[in-house]
């Protein structure tokens, strides 16, 4: 008899996930944005987590497998006056552990967060991704995202 096949669970966060998604930021060479895994930095965490669980325009999600997370997306809902008071999503921090990259988990999650954007009726699903990730850029590309703006930041902290 054929073993069932195990499928990735994409979910909301837990509080009992924020280590794990830290670890998978903090694996992260290309980004830059300094993330740690150091036990002393948790508490920073937990309370961005606690935030963003509050708010009724953010969903931060993970990808489940084998009872671990393995992946991370956070969805922003934004109302604006322009495009007539449309709500748009921003789709950020998306990340995939390493070691399971290319097994097709971070379309699915890709597709979930699309999803959730036409349920809630979004107009415009923004995504930014590091200029330096040419593989993301394929991937985003390939699941119909279009490069048409180009980006600025500035760093105030």
């Known amino acids: 008899m054929d073993m069932p096949i195990e499928l990735p669970v994409i979910r909301d966060a837990r509080e009992d996930d924020i280590a794990a ?20 930095a948790l508490p920073v965490y937990l309370a961005a987590f606690h935030l963003i669980a509050a708010s009724p325009d953010n969903r931060l999600l993970v990808v489940e497998f ?9 969805v922003t809902f934004t109302t604006s006056l322009t495009g007539r008071g449309s709500t748009r999503m921003t789709i950020e921090a998306v990340q995939m552990r390493a070691d399971m990259r ?4 971070g379309e699915l999650l890709m597709r979930h967060c699309i999803e959730l954007g036409r349920e809630r009726g979004v107009r415009l699903v923004d995504l930014m991704s590091n200029a330096v990730r040419t593989d993301a850029h394929r991937f985003y590309e390939r699941l119909g995202f279009v490069k048409s703006h180009v980006g600025f930041k500035m760093k105030l902290g």
């Open 102 to 105: 290319g097994r097709g988990y």
């Open 21 to 40: 998604l830290v670890a998978i930021f903090a694996q992260d060479e290309k980004g830059g944005h300094g993330d740690t895994a150091d036990p002393s």
């Open 66 to 74: 084998g009872c671990e997370v393995v992946g991370t997306a956070q």
